[in-house]
């Protein structure tokens, strides 16, 4: 069966605000489903799942974008343009085509990335 998965991948070194970071997924999961193969399993599936995966840096975004498609994945990626949070043209997000999560390459191959964690400060009556 197949088990429809969009990896994305976020530029954590930008420290993008939570809103910002949200858009830039949205517009590379959108890219996934309008240009993936598997856009009709998408559709026909009674479930699909989105990771938001970690990336260090601009670099690290790019090696993960070339290790995927070395391994024949397609990926899309998204560079800003600067109108608001970050300066232009840098590379924001990386999200795989649609692929069979339960792939045992796909597992594998995705096995050494990490999902987005980012640290959550409440404010607090101290705070203010």
């Not at 970050?86 to 990490?114: C, G, Q, W, Y």
Request: proline share 2%; aromatic share 8%; glycine share 4%.
């Amino acid at each position: 069966m197949f088990n429809p998965c969009i990896y994305i991948f976020i530029n954590k070194d930008l420290q993008m605000s939570s809103g910002k970071m949200a858009a830039q997924a949205v517009h590379a999961g959108i890219m996934s489903t309008l240009r993936s193969l598997h856009a009709k399993e998408w559709r026909q599936a009674p479930h699909r799942t989105v990771l938001i995966m970690e990336a260090r840096d601009e670099t690290h975004l790019t090696n993960i974008a070339d290790y995927l498609e070395e391994r024949g994945i397609l990926t899309f990626s998204i560079v800003d343009e600067g109108v608001n949070e970050i300066e232009p043209h840098v590379l924001t997000s990386v999200a795989t085509e649609i692929i069979n999560k339960d792939d045992e390459n796909v597992a594998l191959t995705m096995s050494t990335f990490r999902l987005y964690h980012d640290r959550i400060r409440f404010i607090t009556e101290v705070d203010m």
